[in-house]
């Protein structure tokens, strides 16, 4: 295996692992197996990038975790979570959640308006070419 490799980890004392919020809650992290054919992992990891901050190898952890993401099957969470974002543009459906806000002084939650959504997910543009903030 070729040292400091983007693409290659050679299991150094694996600080990366240590940092790893999943590998210290006890779940399997795609961290214990850069190397390895791990069963699991990938869907686990919460995007933290602790692991990157602390490598001292500089290696590539986002690729090696996105390459093994696209192996995995997409757990039933994460697929209702982006069929929600699809829907509404929210990941997760709270009923109430307006009255919640409200009760603590908050602005209600306004959804994401369908051409709006359509610019995000479909690579759309605009409206008669013009620029416009999501």
């Known amino acids: ?22 590998a210290r809650s006890g779940k399997p992290s795609v961290l214990a197996g850069l190397t390895a054919d791990a069963p699991t992992g990938a869907w686990h990891c919460v995007n933290c990038w602790k692991c990157i901050e602390v490598c001292p190898r500089d290696i590539d952890i986002y690729s090696l975790m996105m390459a ?20 509404t543009g929210c990941s997760i459906i709270v009923r109430g959640l307006n009255q919640i806000r409200e009760m603590y002084g908050l602005k209600p939650v306004r959804l994401i308006e369908e051409q709006k ?18």
């Open 1 to 22: 295996m070729v040292k400091n490799s983007k693409n290659e980890c050679d299991q150094c004392p694996q600080i990366c692992l240590e940092a790893c919020m999943v």
């Open 68 to 87: 093994r993401r696209r192996l995995e099957d997409m757990p039933e969470l994460v697929e209702k979570s982006v069929d929600n974002i699809s829907r």
């Open 117 to 134: 959504k359509k610019i995000l997910l479909e690579n759309e543009s605009p409206p008669s070419g013009k620029t416009e903030k999501v």
